[in-house]
């Protein structure tokens, strides 16, 4: 499978827990973005990577969110102390030259909070 | 106003007929814009582009952009039960090369047998 690879696929945590998501973008695709959808609304912007480098943050992203993309490769996305407004589900998307025209989105990961 | 707005539905056509559906969009975005098809569970997929004024044909599918109104549609032709799914609105945000998208809410779309 060449396609962007989100794991795990669902989670069920209890708030006030950590946890951790992992994707996998298509090779050789140094923009790596992350997007959060709850139920009836579009994705919503979370931030994105140009290789390894962070270059922009959404507001939505609290100081208990962290992502990652050590050696420009797989991306981590870390939640601390987890609330049920975080339930939703975590799409990760990436592209060759941030040419949104060639951005795949992964499968998704859906975190329940209870 | 949000940046990208739409209705969202369900908007219910018979099988065989046009489905339209529409998308405004303010000053906050640019003017580049994607529609989305995506069915339950699954993630978003790309159906078309549009970045100039007038129509874009690609099969079934028509996106038309009219700037000066500020409004973007996208126009199913022959539509099939297979096309029930949620379709989403994109515009670009962004400056230089870091242009991220911008989704509306969706809107649900049914295809009556």
């Known amino acids: 499978d060449t396609g962007v690879s989100q794991d795990p696929r669902h989670k069920i945590t209890k708030r006030g827990q950590n946890v951790t998501f992992r994707c996998d973008p298509i090779?050789?695709?140094?923009?790596l973005y992350w997007y959060r959808q709850t139920l009836g609304q579009g994705p919503e912007f979370l931030t994105y990577?140009?290789?390894?480098?962070?270059?922009?943050k959404s507001r939505l992203l609290s100081d208990r969110f962290s992502a990652e993309r050590p050696k420009g490769s797989f991306s981590t996305l870390e939640i601390q102390r987890t609330e049920q407004g975080d339930s939703a589900m975590y799409l990760c998307?990436?592209?060759?030259?941030?040419?949104?025209?060639?951005?795949?989105f992964g499968s998704g990961t859906q975190l329940s909070v209870l | 106003q949000k940046e990208v707005e739409q209705n969202s539905g369900p908007l219910s056509v018979p099988e065989g007929a046009i489905a339209s559906l529409n998308c405004t969009y303010s000053?906050?975005?640019?003017?580049?814009f994607f529609w989305y098809r995506q069915y339950s569970g699954k993630s978003p997929e790309l159906i078309m582009s549009?970045?100039?004024?007038g129509d874009k044909e690609d099969g079934r599918f028509t996106a038309q952009l009219n700037k000066a109104s500020q409004y973007v549609s996208l126009l199913i032709r022959d539509s099939q039960p297979s096309d029930s799914a949620t379709y989403l609105c994109?515009?670009?945000?962004?400056?230089?090369?870091?242009?991220?998208?911008?989704f509306g809410s969706g809107t649900r779309l049914l295809v009556r047998p």
């Open positions: 000053d906050r975005v640019s003017q580049s």
């Open positions: 994109a515009a670009e945000q962004g400056v230089d090369s870091s242009y991220k998208l911008i």
């Open positions: 549009i970045y100039s004024n």
């Open positions: 998307a990436s592209s060759p030259d941030g040419t949104n025209e060639k951005l795949f």
């Open positions: 990577f140009q290789n390894e480098a962070q270059l922009e």
């Open positions: 090779s050789e695709h140094n923009r």
